[in-house]
């Protein structure tokens, strides 16, 4: 009877049935029909359930009115709950009641009903691990209303590649890229990130919670639950974690999390869910930041007196300046300052592997100072920082107009797929940082289209320290590999490169840093220009007003084997307009030619 | 379709890889479930915490999915365990050994998210709480001071740590921490 209720239906072709099993169309086109994303065939009850809708829902249905076994956790309903919740409300069961079974373990896992929401974590890029590079998205339920509250015993599921333990990196790489691994969801307490990313890797998280109906929640966690076992082939372009979380809140949230490209950028998810309005409501009720233990010490840092921050160095250079007189004289809940800070120092450098358990040996000192004072619960202030949501969205296309000394005025086009650039927004991204990949110009001049460059991978980091304090910033180092024209005043003459580079910033004031870099570059040769070249380069980054971002650059490039002299290279580019999606830049360039650009940026 | 193109592009050039996901963290070897009718457990020898310690590598903290599936679930049905690796103890032992850094922390405040969440998972009501931590401060102090505590390493300390906790909630407090 519910299978003639649900073939009338047509739940087979329903969106949330689709959604429950994973399913896709086949990409080939000389295939019709669907096939499930998921590779565990215990995900199936019907033979052909990884292809066939209809088998697996009828199949579904029939499961469960099986008898009950000896392990009750193993029957359909049970392990299937999600499906079992949402044919329940779409079906009439009466009359046609089947077993009552109680799936203890899935209670105990759901917490029995205790979860009142779900949240979506955002861990931020960490350019130290090119896995990590994007950043990373989990899910958390939520045991509390509020978002404030106590969450580290809050169970969450994150999805990742199953990589064997001591995998070289060459076949890391390749697998990854080709689908070679396979993936699925891991269940932990939230703590267990918390202490990964914000403690260990110094990852600033950032917690999106949803405003969902309870039973839109009942969904997500029951198919949670299905999840866990459910293998997936795991690419890291596409299939990876933010694509799969995305899959996941399908359940419930209809609308796309992700735009329609070959690759699933995490931060992008947060831009969607941000628009999202549900009965007039926005889908996101909530979003606070948890900083790294890193951004912990500056915020603290930062709202010391003078007086303190010079005491926190005196202490973190020489610790037997701890106790003096200068600390005795302190108010009480001054020292707690100064001391809840040094923790914090004392934490963010023992996170560096090198020379961990020096540091805490010096903290050592503090918390016994900690000790003697009376329990007392600070209030720090509150960060203001921009959640990643307000960052420009990845995708960029830029149109300039340029004129060229050597070549006269042209049209140039810009496709980036991501990243950010070190004039984007500060939002969610590293500070000055930036991070490109297959970044793609195009010139068109005298009737003719001239390619320019491809940047296929291009980070950089200049790392300042914020506080002075030692230990604090590290070297600055840069990366970039591609195709582009020799110079600016060559055109269609290209060539392939790689070059990396290392220096070190400083910030001078609270919005302008300084840096100098001495960058290495091989490439192809174009008419005898050399094959290996060091550059030079002095700049400054900053910003005189809100809205207007610049950086200067200036330096020198010669090749080792080749017969150029060294050449002068200048950049100047300004990055104007507060808007997340547009922006306007002006950028003024010498590399043998000088060229003035304007452009208009879209982000999306 | 167009993912195999973009892998193959991506390779072609011998581009470092990126990944828009973590990899997914390898599972640490089950803890041993042992029985013990000695009345004082040490999670960290008697059920292998020490073995599973959460490495501090950038590469790849690890993850358990083993222990809060017997434990928190132990916990929330009310299955305890005493004398076993299945109880909220081991639960607690293996959170300090984790959390240490903000655990000390914390306890040096008398206040604090991890301390409240390792009562919680000891079942200890919200009203002993502050006077559980007190206590235990006070105890902490001592062993703070000592000599041999800079020496120690993360474990061993948060070993300590756990057994004074653990004097305190199956002693004075213990009817406080009543699912113990």
Known sequence: MLIMQARAKHLADALRWHALVHYKKNEWHFTDGVHSEIISPEFFLAKSGSTNPSAELEATIAGFYAPIGVDPDQHPQCRFVARYKWLRQTLDWTDVEPPLVTCKKYREWALNGHIKSVSLIFATGYLSNPASLYGHLLIKFNTSDNIVDNDLLDPSLSYGAIVPKHESGLVYMSKGLLGGYEAGFSHDKFFQHNHNYAETELRDLWEYRLALPPDEVDLIVAHGWEMLGAKFNYYFLSNNCAYEVSELLHVAIDDRLLPNTPWSIPSTVFNRLTVIDREGRPLVSAVRKIPSRQNRFYKKYFALSEQQRALVKKIIVHPANFGGGEYQDMANTDKIKTLETLFDYYEFRAADEIDQQKYRQKKQVVLLGRLKLPSEQLSWPQTSDKPPHEGNPPLMAQLSALTNSADGNAIEVRIRPAYYDMLALDAGKIPYSSLAMFDFKLMYSDEHLHFRSLDLLSIETLSPSRTGAPGDGSYAWRFRVGLEQQNLRCIDCTVAFTEGGIGKAAIIDGNTLIYGMLDARLQSNMESSGTLAGTTELGIIAEPIKHWRTRISIGERAYINGARAMKPLLRWENRLGGNKNWDWEITVEKNSASELRTSVAFYW | ?180
């Open chain 2, 1 to 180: 379709m167009d993912k195999l193109k973009i892998a193959l592009a991506a390779l072609a050039f011998a581009l470092p890889v990126q990944s828009f996901a973590e990899t997914a963290k390898e599972k640490k070897p089950e803890l041993e479930k042992v029985s013990k009718s000695d009345e004082k457990l040490n999670p960290w020898t008697d059920c292998g915490i020490g073995a599973m310690l959460f490495d501090e590598t950038k590469w790849a903290a690890v993850t358990s999915n083993i222990i809060w599936d017997w434990g928190i679930t132990a916990t929330t049905s009310a299955v305890s365990s005493k004398h076993t690796c299945e109880g909220k103890k081991v639960v607690a032992a293996f959170f300090i050994n984790q959390t240490y850094a903000n655990i000390e922390e914390e306890t040096a405040n008398g206040n604090g998210a991890h301390i409240t969440a390792m009562l919680n998972i000891l079942g200890c009501n919200s009203a002993s709480q502050q006077n559980i931590i007190d206590s235990v401060r006070a105890d902490f102090s001592k062993a703070a001071a000592s000599a041999s505590y800079a020496e120690k390493t993360k474990s061993a300390k948060a070993q300590d740590y756990y057994f004074i906790l653990d004097e305190k909630v199956s002693g004075r407090y213990a009817q406080q921490c009543q699912a113990i």
